[in-house]
């Protein structure tokens, strides 16, 4: 009995199919590693976006608060301040202030009512008090 070339290659592996398995491996290891790489891209976009975004915003509030320094420091500004907040004068001139001619209020004012509040706990009758003390336990309710 001799044995046939086909049952011979069929319980062992053959050149060619170890090569198939090996590429085949390495395949899905790279592919398994690009779609990792490719995930981790999407990420870093969407955080690049994210920042430039917020970066733009900043650049638009630091140019308006540069609008609004050089305009606070202009004479102008400043002479307005002064002569309406700041209440101030040239020399030579005068301040004037209007005063309402009624001077009584709208509302008379009402006296505040003052009402007494006893802090004090509630003193204890004196049978709970004794009986505490013989029995070393609250009293019972009635």
């Given at each position: 009995?001799?044995?046939?070339p ?6 062992q ?35 690049y ?6 970066v ?46 009624n ?40």
């Open positions: 009995m001799t044995k046939k086909s049952e011979k290659r069929t319980q592996l053959s050149g060619v199919q170890i090569m198939f398995a090996a590429i085949l491996a390495i395949g899905l290891m790279l592919a398994i590693n690009f779609s990792t790489r490719i995930a981790n891209s999407r990420l870093q976009r969407e955080t976006a994210n920042i430039e975004a917020e733009q915003a900043l650049q638009e509030e630091q140019a308006t608060l540069i609008a609004e320094l050089d305009h606070v420091q202009s004479d102008a500004y400043v002479e307005r301040w002064a002569r309406s907040e700041g209440k101030m004068v040239r020399p030579g001139e005068v301040l004037v202030i209007p005063v309402p001619l001077t009584t209020p709208l509302v008379t004012p009402t006296p505040p009512v003052i009402v007494e509040v006893d802090t004090s706990p509630p003193k204890p009758d004196n049978w709970t008090l004794w009986w505490a003390l013989f029995f070393d336990s609250p009293p019972p309710d009635f």
